[in-house]
């Protein structure tokens, strides 16, 4: 099986744009369609990118989601941040037995 | 709107089987294009997959807690269900029922399980 690994927070000021890296320790990124889940303190997980790239509807375009398979890795950019962005973010795939794998998250300050 | 919402007792004590229910409305559970997922996440930590069921009453579990871990669905009740046995304090967790079809696009609300004695 595979792990993906992602930074354990990162942070940045309003109006930034900001990057969250999200490797696959084993197998290629694009071999399984890669999710990002926003969530905010005591709430439940919400979609804001499936299918490596995709936006929900209802989700700002501000949110953008891409694989780079030289690094082996899927990229949840948020531009244009604002206060409410301000959560943790999980990046999600699949194994080849159709199980579930999520990242270990990442903490997104916005300062 | 679908909708969940997960049920069952809030704390139990280590070695006891945790039981919890799913209730669909909304929406079929018998749709033949979404899984029935749970998943759970310890205080202050990330989302851990539990495992899926279809309609038809197929599962995937996760590799490290197959050994302890039952789902089954009641399609006339709109529920699915997971139980887990021998539950430790490392069982502790919001446990979360999902829809999935490409991805988790409903989630209940989360139910909080306490381990301890």
């Known amino acids: 099986n595979f792990m993906l690994t992602q930074p354990h927070s990162v942070s940045e000021s309003p109006g930034k744009t900001v990057t969250i890296s999200c490797t696959r320790s084993s197998g290629s990124i694009a071999n399984n369609y890669v999710q990002w889940y926003q969530q905010r303190p005591g709430s439940s997980p919400t979609t804001v990118i499936y299918?490596?790239?995709?936006?929900p509807s209802g989700v700002p375009d501000r949110f953008s989601g891409s694989i780079d398979s030289s690094s082996n890795s899927a990229s949840l950019t948020i531009s244009g941040l604002k206060t409410e962005d301000e959560a943790d973010y999980y990046c999600q795939s699949y194994d080849s037995s159709n199980h579930v794998v999520f990242g270990g998250g990442t903490k997104l300050t916005v300062l | 709107q679908l909708q969940l919402q997960e049920s069952g007792p809030g704390l139990l004590k280590p070695a006891e089987t945790l039981s919890l229910t799913c209730t669909v409305s909304g929406g079929s559970i018998s749709s033949t294009r979404h899984y029935w997922d749970w998943i759970r996440q310890p205080p202050g930590k990330g989302l851990e997959w539990i495992g899926s069921?279809?309609?038809?009453?197929?599962?995937y579990y996760s590799p490290s807690l197959k050994s302890r871990v039952t789902m089954s669905v009641d399609t006339s009740k709109h529920q699915f269900s997971l139980e887990l046995t021998s539950v430790t304090a490392a069982d502790t967790a919001v446990y979360y029922c999902a829809r999935r079809s490409a991805w988790l696009d409903y989630w209940g609300q989360g139910t909080l399980v306490t381990v301890s004695s």
């Open positions: 299918e490596d790239n995709q936006r």
């Open positions: 069921i279809f309609y038809s009453g197929s599962t």
